[in-house]
């Protein structure tokens, strides 16, 4: 199992994981999920629920990747298999990401 940390404007705002089977689970911090002041991070990922599920990377996390030319250097150099998403995910948007989140491995 692999975990990341989500950020909102570098705040915990909770994790998500690939589990040994493929799939992956978003969870909203309790604190982030009760505090009525606090947005969601993604319009497809509403504070309705505390905890999400998917057989794929969800969208608004695939949206964070590098495509293109950029993919493939990326891959090449942090020796990445292009078609791990997630690896991807964890190696890259912890810093250089568009919007407020970011994501941190932890696991």
Same mark, same amino acid.
């Given at each position: @199992?692999?975990?990341?940390?989500?950020?909102?404007?570098?705040?915990?705002?909770?994790?998500?994981? /690939?589990? *040994?089977?493929?799939?992956?689970?978003?969870?909203?911090? *309790?604190?982030?999920?009760?505090? %009525?002041?606090? =947005?969601?991070?993604?319009? %497809?990922? =509403?504070?309705?629920? /505390?905890?999400?599920?998917?057989?794929?990377?969800?969208?608004?996390?695939?949206? @964070?990747? =590098?495509?293109?030319?950029?993919? /493939?250097?990326?891959?090449?150099?942090?020796?990445? *298999? =292009?078609? *791990?998403?997630?690896?991807?995910?964890?190696?890259?948007?912890?810093?250089? %990401?568009?919007?407020?989140?970011?994501?941190?491995?932890?696991?």
């Amino acid at each position: @199992m692999r975990e990341g940390g989500v950020f909102y404007k570098n705040e915990l705002a909770g994790k998500i994981r /690939q589990l *040994d089977n493929g799939s992956f689970v978003f969870r909203y911090e *309790d604190g982030w999920f009760l505090n %009525t002041d606090k =947005p969601a991070i993604s319009l %497809t990922l =509403p504070k309705k629920k /505390q905890e999400y599920h998917s057989e794929f990377l969800f969208p608004f996390f695939y949206n @964070m990747l =590098p495509e293109g030319r950029n993919k /493939q250097v990326v891959c090449f150099n942090l020796r990445i *298999d =292009p078609n *791990d998403y997630f690896g991807l995910l964890l190696s890259v948007a912890n810093n250089d %990401t568009i919007g407020a989140v970011k994501v941190k491995r932890e696991s």
